[in-house]
């Protein structure tokens, strides 16, 4: 279940993506992207004013923050993070965390592909990284957590 390898499978910052539902298969309305992310890792805190989020773990444990509330998924469960509200979330343990994220309306992956096009780090290249979000209509609002 781990795996998650394959020509269509994007890279930035250690963690793995790939679009299993994309926009041009839903006219906009909605996307799925496959995310593996290592132990650890996780974003800065954000805010997505064009989507929402909904995290579907399919193996390992997250800490989701959202709006000063922190909250644990594991696998098997959903964490939802609606558009408009600052929020991020942390792998938990010592093993990554696999999980489908389903963006409502669709079209945010597009930010994923110029992450590992670019190889763009983080602090290094923050105005990079923010320019392609402020496109994608993400702001970031804070460190990630534990950071």
Do not use: N
């Not at 496109?135 to 534990?146: E, N, S, W």
């Amino acid at each position: 279940m781990q795996e998650l390898s394959g020509p269509d499978v994007m890279e930035w910052l250690g963690v793995r993506y790939r679009v299993i539902l994309p926009v041009s298969e839903t006219a906009g309305a909605v996307s799925i992207v496959d995310s593996l992310s290592p132990a650890g890792s996780g974003p800065p805190r954000h805010v997505h004013e064009r989507e929402d989020e909904t995290f579907i773990l399919m193996s390992g444990a997250c800490e989701f923050w959202l709006e000063g509330q922190s909250f644990t998924k594991k696998a098997g469960e959903t964490a939802f993070m609606p558009r408009g509200r600052e929020h991020t979330f942390r792998v938990l343990g010592d093993e990554p965390c696999r999980h489908f994220v389903i963006l409502s309306p669709g079209g945010f992956e597009a930010f994923f592909a110029d992450m590992a096009k670019g190889r763009f780090r983080i602090p290094q290249d923050m105005d990079q990284i923010a320019a392609s979000a402020a496109r994608r209509g993400l702001r970031f609002t804070g460190p990630p957590l534990g950071g």
